[in-house]
């Protein structure tokens, strides 16, 4: 969600009159298990006509009984509704059946959906807005490629399963973010021409990662728990943040000292690199900040020497810097 004020409407301890002065564009909602009375959530989507880009991140529980006057789960949309961001996080034991309630939101832009609810949940109430971006806890069904398609103008997508076979060009898509399985990458290029962050997680049926060349617009690029053995080529000048997480089999990152542009990197528990080649990638004219874990002992203290030869920051953090979506 954009950056902007967070307002918990389930604290109790902060007063309506302190709840409305925070109110402004961009800020983002957000309605815990217990709920939120129903008199508050009136009067602040009252207020919510005026504003843009508001956000709601709403957690559920089914085995949760809301207080006299209040309402929670997706009840909360009832009475909340004036928003265009919304995030679902079902926490409870008892899975999410349906989503009710969807269609009040009028201009809906924003959605996710995570946590435990019923497989093939049906979606049919987002067909009804022009999504800009939209993450689901889920692989692709046939629905979710049919909502796809009708969301032609699409920036930012998040799922666990995708093949690219099964969809159409999404020529504004700038960021993807796929969990579990990417099927058929080498139609990367063409169906998300203008691809600016892409996020890989786990990717089992993916061997060959030389898709990646063929990107030309990657600003950002993490791989998370995947295969790869050797980092492409990558024909960008505009990349400026990597991170590479425990990909056990990388042994080469040598394409990597080409790319003038970069500033960040992170590279944790890929233990088949050696100390060289990490130490010319701090040798990067841009780069800024970087870290590097290992979960042998020599390594750690080579780490630690060539750092202290280096100019570049060691900055743990900059794995948090690639929370993007």
Known sequence: MVAGCSINLSDSSISMEVLLRHLEDNC???????????SLLIEINRRLKDLKNVGLILVCDYLQNPLTGYVNNLDVLFFLNN??????SNNSSVRLE??????????????????????????????????????IESKATDQIYRLLYHNRYLKKLAINSLDLNNIEVLEDLSYLSVNNTLLTPDFMSY??????????????????????????????????????????????????????VSNKRLRDISSLWNLQSLEQLYISYSDLL??????????????????????????VKEIKEIFEHSKIEFNISTANDFNWF
């Open 191 to 244: 169906k998300f021409p203008n691809l600016k962050n892409l996020q890989l997680k786990l990717a089992k049926r993916i061997s060959d990662f030389s898709f990646l060349s063929s990107l030309h617009h990657l600003s950002g690029l993490s791989l998370m728990y995947t295969g790869i053995t050797y980092m492409p080529t990558l024909n960008v000048d505009k990349m400026k943040r990597i991170r590479l």
């Open 83 to 88: 928003i265009q961001r919304l995030i679902i």
């Open 28 to 38: 983002t909602l957000f309605v815990e298990i217990n709920g939120a009375e129903k």
């Open 274 to 299: 050696n100390t060289e080649d990490l130490d010319k990638c701090l040798k990067i004219p841009n780069m800024k900040r970087a870290c590097f874990l290992s979960s042998k002992f020599k390594k």
């Open 98 to 135: 349906k989503l009710e309630n969807i269609s009040y939101i009028p201009d809906l832009k924003e959605f996710s959906l995570n946590g435990f609810f019923r497989n093939n949940i049906d979606l049919e109430k987002l067909f009804s807005y022009q999504l800009e971006s939209f993450s």
